[in-house]
């Protein structure tokens, strides 16, 4: 899976960075200073159609990513 961030900006707070979160690790972390930034991650698909690997959050049906 590939994630792309266009332009996230944190002007007010200086030094602010965004990152993906795998289990309960924020990794990846990247200054939110503007410029566009991109993910690649491993992510399956199950038979029933949910997403499944380390970055990956929720239940069966609920699956989601988080941006941190």
């Known amino acids: 899976m590939r994630i792309e ?3 996230t900006d944190c002007p007010v707070l200086p030094g602010v960075t965004v ?4 289990r309960s690790d924020v990794v990846e972390e990247r200054p939110a200073d503007g410029a566009s930034h991109h ?3 491993d992510v399956d698909l199950t038979p029933r159609g949910d997403f ?11 699956s989601f990513l988080y941006l941190s």
Do not use: A, E, K, Y
């Open 5 to 7: 961030l266009s332009g």
């Open 19 to 22: 990152g993906l979160q795998r």
């Open 39 to 41: 993910w690649v991650l």
């Open 52 to 62: 499944t690997g380390p970055f990956v959050h929720g239940r069966s049906g609920s």
